[in-house]
């Protein structure tokens, strides 16, 4: 049964997780933006959370030895990180940097707006599931 | 990784950018400093910074760092004043190489970029309180 909650809440999990992930990397680009010879990563965020969805990210799944039938068996996947790419740089810099403080100052906006709606959705399934689960 | 590293990133970016300004600072204060303790107009310095992966981490992202402060090796400024006690026998002055406009660019170059980082600490944290709230 916690099985079928958790299996509920799997997308949104996947999702939060990579917009946490990609937060960070654009937080890191920020911060990098005088850095000489420092390259602008980020996440392809569509691509990653198929990769999640299906499975095929992340290291194989931990199982839950059962010695007896009466045990319930269980399983924990842990995602890897997602694959960081390389952002092709609009305007060159003469010190190698390839952060361009407009682009990386917009996903970032661009990335907190979604979160904000990530956590939004998962709070209404919390909430629908616990109305569900009212005497 | 987590949103604590946010912070972690973020305000390794505030220490860095702070301490370009310290030394643009001293530039600035030391525009005119004809002679310094060795007795030698006082040298221009700049940092330069570099990435600082995150402690534990295998990803080439993190926060920055100043791994250290060049001192700048332009020539010094000469100025034409016989009557100044440090002149030479030409009656020149050697000046500090600061080049003030340069330095003031530099100041607001850092200051835009710590504003940037205050910005992203904050949008962390506002993240971070709503997703404690998550559920409620």
Redesign the interface.
Known sequence: MTDRIAEDLRFYQAAIQLRQQRQEVLAANIANADTPGYKARDIDFAASLREVLDGNAGLPPLVLQTTSARHISMQASAPRSAELAYRQPYQRSLDGNTVEMEAERMQFADNTQRYQADLTLISQRIKTMMAALQP | ???F??FQ??G??LMA?SQ?MNVSASNLANSESAAGPDGQPYRAREV????APLPGSS??????RVARVIENQAPNRLMYDPSHPLADEGGYVSLPNVDVVAETVNMI??SR?YQ??V??IN??KS?MA??LT???
């Open positions: 990784m987590s949103t590293s946010i990133i973020a390794s970016a950018q370009r330069v910074f570099e990435v990803e080439p992202v993190g926060g920055v170059s850092a970029s940037a980082n910005e992203v949008t962390a993240l709503r997703t998550l559920g409620q």
